[in-house]
Nanobody, 126 residues
Framework: VQLQASGGGWVQAGGSLRVSCAAS????????IGWFRQASGKEREFVAA????????AYADSVKGRFTISRDNAKNTVYLQMNSLKPEDTAVYYC????????????????????WGQGTQVTVSS
């Protein structure tokens, strides 16, 4: 599967952005999906994940209550809706996918994903 991330940009603190991850080659509904981010000079970190079955999701504590991961099977696209953005949310955001046997399992580690999008920059100004 190929992943194409888009939708990043610049926003003031308190604003909202939605980043998208369009999949091609395989139905996104057959993969577990994750969003990660990497700020300048820092390691890539987990943001949110959706199980293969689509019923389970998980979020990093730093974004819980502000970000929402979702999937549109008809458009073969995964989204990350980001509200109440903070300057510390500034980073390159990556979507990732991997196949799984369990429809309910949530993958939070970089090593658990083997397909990655190219990343989209999100900048939040104070």
């Amino acid at each position: 599967v190929q992943l194409q991330a888009s939708g990043g940009g610049w926003v003031q603190a308190g604003g909202s952005l939605r980043v998208s991850c369009a999949a091609s080659g395989r139905p996104v509904s057959t993969f577990r999906i994750g969003w990660f981010r990497q700020a300048s000079g820092k390691e890539r970190e987990f943001v949110a994940a959706l199980s293969w079955g689509g019923d389970n999701s998980a979020y990093a504590d730093s974004v819980k209550g502000r970000f929402t991961i979702s999937r549109d099977n008809a458009k073969n696209t995964v989204y990350l809706q980001m509200n109440s953005l903070k300057p510390e949310d500034t980073a390159v955001y990556y979507c990732a996918a991997s196949q799984a046997r369990s429809p309910a399992y949530i993958a939070r580690l970089v090593l658990e994903y083997n397909y990655w999008g190219q990343g989209t920059q999100v900048t939040v100004s104070s």
